[in-house]
C-alpha cells in the first residue's frame, strides 16, 4: 500500500466546493442522453444549452484495498421534462458500501439492488444515507438551490455505469402538482 500523509480538506457546506481538490467532473446534459424518459425535451435543451447538471470534487486517493476515498457533489437544481436533475447513478465493481451525507439543499438517494427493488432515501442537511454493499445509487434534487452532498467510499470500489446505461433504473423521481413523485420507469429493462 502506498504510504500516503494525512490530508487536510476544507469543504465549503454551502457550495461543496473542496478547497485544493485534484480534480473536477463536470457532467452535462448531454453526459445524461438516454437516462430521461423525455428523450426529445433533453435533446431540445441541450441544443437550447448545454447545462451542467453536477460537479463532483475529488481528492486523489490510490485506489488501493484499505483506503478510503472521498469527494463532494454539488447537484443543480433544474428538470428535464418533468424529470429532476440526477447524477447518472452506478453500481460498484467490487460489492462495497458508501456513505452519503447532505450538506446543503435538498433531494434524494435512489437505490436499487440486482432483483430491480428500489430504495429511496430523503436527503437534507445533516443526513446521512448509507449505501449498503450490492446497491446501484443515484441522486436527484428536488429543491429549488443546490444539492450538496459528501460521499465517502472504499477507494478501490470502482464505478460500474455500464448496468444503468444500459437497463436504466426501475424507478423515476417526477414533479406531480409540485412534489417529488417515484414513479415505475416504462423504459426499464429488467434482465
Ligand atoms: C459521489 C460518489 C462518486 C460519484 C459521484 C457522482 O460523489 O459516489 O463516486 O462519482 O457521486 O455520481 P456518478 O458517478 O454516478 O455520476
Ligand atoms: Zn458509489
Not at 502506498?2 to 448531454?30: A, F, H, Y
Not at 430523503?122 to 438551490?145: A, C, D, F, K
Request: charge should be negative; charged fraction near 25%.
Amino acid at each position: 500500500m502506498d504510504l500516503i500523509k494525512p490530508i487536510r480538506s476544507l469543504i465549503d457546506m454551502d457550495t461543496g466546493v473542496i478547497e485544493n481538490c485534484d480534480n473536477i467532473i463536470e457532467r452535462r446534459l448531454s453526459d445524461m442522453r438516454g437516462m430521461y424518459a423525455d428523450r426529445e425535451t433533453l435533446r431540445r435543451l441541450i441544443l437550447q444549452e448545454d447545462q451542467v447538471v453536477y460537479r463532483v470534487y475529488e481528492v486523489k486517493i490510490p485506489e488501493e484495498e484499505g483506503q478510503l476515498a472521498y469527494s463532494t457533489t454539488i447537484l443543480y437544481p433544474g428538470k428535464v421534462g418533468r424529470e429532476y436533475f440526477m447524477t447518472k447513478g452506478h453500481f460498484h465493481l467490487r460489492e462495497t458500501a458508501e456513505i452519503y451525507f447532505c450538506l446543503s439543499g435538498q433531494g434524494y438517494l435512489l437505490t436499487q439492488n440486482n432483483q430491480g427493488e428500489v430504495h429511496l432515501v430523503q436527503m437534507n442537511s445533516g443526513v446521512l444515507g448509507y449505501i449498503p454493499p450490492g446497491w446501484g445509487h443515484r441522486t436527484l434534487n428536488t429543491g429549488p438551490e443546490e444539492f450538496v452532498f459528501l460521499a465517502a467510499y472504499p477507494a478501490d470500489a470502482g464505478h460500474n455505469y455500464r448496468v444503468i446505461e444500459e437497463k436504466g433504473f426501475a424507478g423515476i423521481m417526477v414533479e406531480e402538482k409540485g412534489h417529488p413523485q417515484l414513479k415505475s420507469n416504462p423504459g426499464y429493462k429488467k434482465s
